[in-house]
């Protein structure tokens, strides 16, 4: 089976990713779900915004019936499902035209944690992109919340991780045997943060509870040899952990 170096789904083989990556690139990540012709997104980077301030759009490639798909043609298919695990600008205005605010994915399905919804679409909350989110996301009608650590589409279960966010949420990927642990901001960068879990970062909004779950999910990962994908990671960009003294270490999935 070959790696997935910046994020390896439930059916490595049907997905293919590719992604610019100036400085610090924040790709999105699909893959497809156990039902053959749906297509599943974890977050979208930050679209047509500043790319280097904010990261780049990944150009994702389903493979399907032996042909390439790119992503930007497929944004109008009304079997996409997109998962968010954090509301900040560089995971979610990818999913809105940079002018106009005109949904990228009108028909998709968008599933979001109602305690990051609820938070930022507060109109007393005005930090990073909640203003534009106020303006845009109630108007949505494809927008589901949902609370808990359900289950959110088939072999697609939330897993809450607050502390980066309010609200944040991870998500456990699972079809047969194989699985993945989708961490979204969790370590945010992995350089710092997986190797040094206590260390804390000005981006999160409750750094003691940010660490307090980070903790625990490396525990669950070292626990369950889970492979697991972060946001930031970068490359090499999925892979089990591993203790590795006071904090832990990543062992990169292999071809």
């Known amino acids: 089976m070959p790696s997935r170096p910046l994020c390896m789904l439930a059916q490595p ?6 992604a610019r990556r100036p400085a610090a690139g924040r790709p999105g990540c699909a893959g497809r779900l156990p039902d053959p012709g749906a297509a599943v997104l974890a977050d979208w980077g930050a679209g047509g915004e500043d790319e280097l301030a904010l990261g780049t759009r990944a150009s994702v490639v389903q493979r399907r019936h032996g042909q390439h798909e790119p992503a930007a043609a497929q944004t109008d298919r009304d079997d996409q499902q997109l998962v968010l ?10 999913l809105m035209a940079k ?4 949904p990228i994915f009108p028909k998709a399905q968008i599933h979001v944690p109602a305690a990051e ?38 072999g697609v279960r939330a897993v809450s991780t607050p502390g980066h966010t309010p609200g ?21 960068t992995r350089a710092l943060n997986m190797k040094n879990p206590g260390w804390h970062l000005v981006f999160d909004a409750d750094p003691n509870l940010a660490e307090a779950n980070r ?8 626990a369950d040899k889970v492979v697991a994908t972060g946001y930031h ?17 990543l062992v990169p999935v292999k071809a």
């Open 117 to 154: 919804y609820k938070f930022w679409t507060d109109p007393s909350v005005s930090a990073g992109a909640a203003k534009r989110i106020q303006a845009v996301f109630p108007g949505w009608k494809n927008i589901r919340q949902y609370d808990g650590e359900i289950e959110v589409l088939p």
């Open 215 to 222: 903790r625990k999910m490396f525990d669950r990962l070292v």
């Open 99 to 102: 002018e106009t605010n005109a």
């Open 168 to 188: 944040h949420a991870s998500y456990h990927v699972s079809s047969g045997g194989q699985q993945l642990m989708v961490l979204g901001d969790v370590t945010n």
């Open 85 to 94: 695990s954090v509301h900040h600008g560089d995971h979610i205005t990818g």
């Open 233 to 249: 990671w970068g490359m090499p960009g999925a892979g089990t952990v591993a203790k590795d003294g006071n904090g832990y270490a």
């Open 13 to 18: 083989d049907d997905i293919e990713m590719n």
